[in-house]
């Protein structure tokens, strides 16, 4: 029996970040540890804290189609306030921003200070505006994407730079919604999707974004724009230390893209959808090699335990470690699973266990009727894609899989 097991006070957990990942975590420490269960099992005593910068869950996979469909936007953001066991009075809910993890505690930005004995960080990666949200709160989400709609609806002319899956999406709900305007993507590579995706599933894409009615300039790098948009002079090895992704706009109105070619490309609205940031300097541990945080993430064990025997009690999953080459939400998930499960065994004196690796996929949904999925090796074909996709572009279903409207049931481990 570990240490904590033995003392009087309760062992404290700390979910740094509850989307996706830290949610799913949250679900399973709660099932082992905190649901109730008619055995006479003795269970030590529990503390669990949920950290997030936002009072609710997103399902950012929608996050496309919800800012050209505000209505149905609206629905991605469920709060935590009404998700009934995260109101156990075992459980803390603290919204705050991570500004530092040490090894035995994570500081927020209002000067507050959470030890714990586990930690299991899960705090995505950063991405622009208006991918990247900024707002802290359901009310603000939903004035900042009637904002970006606005702008949207407004162009009549929207051109959106970088080929990867964030901007195939966009343009695809764009055209798709707004049928009348010209949409524009523009990708400095020959062909979009970047990854490790087969070209036959990239010409597929490009079919069916010209299917769409999205015009498609390839091969074509924007080298300015005039006005600038504010992450044009954003330094990127300033990480979090400079303004976070979330609060750079990426929008620009009647702008003019000047190509490499010498090209010029002039948009009512153009969108740059370009990389994303990781949050590996938020960490502080002394104890760990600086290769465990590459630009992928965090390197992690098959136990999801940071990649650095010192530490032990601190885990990551999701799109912050450096689990799968594609960031995934399902990915995520499963990365949280095991790394609840296993923070539960270690409290228990039970053996750790390893999860599995999953190959590469990706399932762009470009627009309401046109998906494209590639799983390790193989491309599927429209219709067996097309029993798969959900007309919610998953929310239900991520509903469900996070137990947001249910009481999850208790688990014993052995
Ligand atoms: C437009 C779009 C479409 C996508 N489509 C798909 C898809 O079809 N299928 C799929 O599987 N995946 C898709 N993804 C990827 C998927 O959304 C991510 O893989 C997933 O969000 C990762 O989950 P996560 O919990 O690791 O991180 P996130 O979902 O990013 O959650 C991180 C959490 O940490 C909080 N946080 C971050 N920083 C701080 C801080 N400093 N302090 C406090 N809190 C903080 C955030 O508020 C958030 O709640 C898509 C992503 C986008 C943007």
């Not at 009310?139 to 702008?151: L, P, Q, V």
């Not at 959106?160 to 523009?186: H, R, Y």
């Not at 990480?239 to 000047?258: F, H, K, Q, R, Y």
């Not at 948009?267 to 502080?284: F, V």
Request: proline share 5%; hydrophobic share 40%.
């Amino acid at each position: 029996m570990s240490p904590s097991v033995k003392s009087a006070e309760a062992i404290k957990i700390v979910v740094a970040g509850g989307n996706y990942a830290g949610l799913n975590a949250m679900q399973h420490l709660y099932s082992i540890l905190l649901a109730s269960n008619n055995e006479s099992i003795q269970r030590p005593s529990i503390e669990i804290t949920l950290i997030d910068q936002r009072d609710g869950f997103v399902h950012c996979i929608g996050l496309t189609r919800g800012l050209t469909e505000p209505e149905f936007g609206a629905n991605l953001w469920v709060p935590y306030s009404t998700v009934s066991w995260l109101q156990h009075p075992s459980i803390r809910l603290v919204r705050g921003t991570v500004t530092e993890i040490t090894p035995n505690a994570v500081h927020l930005s209002s000067g507050q200070t959470v030890a714990f004995d586990y930690l299991i960080i899960a705090l995505g990666l950063s991405r622009f505006a208006p991918i990247g949200l900024r707002s802290s709160t359901k009310a603000e989400y939903i004035d900042e994407i009637a904002e970006t709609h606005t702008r949207i609806q407004a162009a009549q002319t929207v051109a959106i730079v970088g080929g990867g899956a964030v901007g195939i999406e966009l343009a695809a709900d764009v055209k798709s919604d707004f049928p009348d305007k010209q949409v524009t993507l523009i990708h400095s590579r020959a062909l979009p999707v970047p990854g490790p995706f087969k070209d036959e599933f990239r010409h597929m894409v490009v079919d069916i974004l010209k299917e769409i009615g999205v015009d498609l300039v390839l091969g074509e790098r924007v080298i300015a724009q005039t006005p600038e948009s504010e992450d044009m002079s954003y330094n990127t090895t300033k990480e979090m230390n400079c303004t976070p992704p979330e609060l750079v706009g990426t929008m620009s109105s009647d702008a003019e893209l000047t190509l490499a070619s010498g090209r010029t490309i002039r948009a009512d609205l153009a969108i740059r959808c370009l990389g994303t940031l990781n949050k590996s300097s938020l960490l502080h541990l002394p104890l760990a090699a600086n290769d465990i945080f590459g630009a992928d993430g965090i390197a992690v064990k098959d136990t999801m335990q940071i990649d650095c025997d010192a530490y032990p009690h601190i885990y990551a999953c999701g799109d912050i470690s450096s689990r799968a080459l594609v960031k995934l939400a399902g990915v995520g998930m499963y990365g949280a699973f095991i790394a609840a499960r296993n923070v539960a065994r270690s409290i228990l004196s039970l053996p750790l266990e390893d999860g599995e690796r999953y190959p590469p996929q990706l399932m762009l949904l470009m627009g309401k009727d046109h998906f494209a999925l590639q799983l390790g090796d193989e491309i599927w074909e429209k219709e067996r894609t097309r029993e798969h996709v959900h007309e919610d572009m998953g929310l239900r279903r991520c509903i469900e899989c996070l137990s947001l409207h249910k009481e999850p049931e208790y688990v014993r481990l052995d």
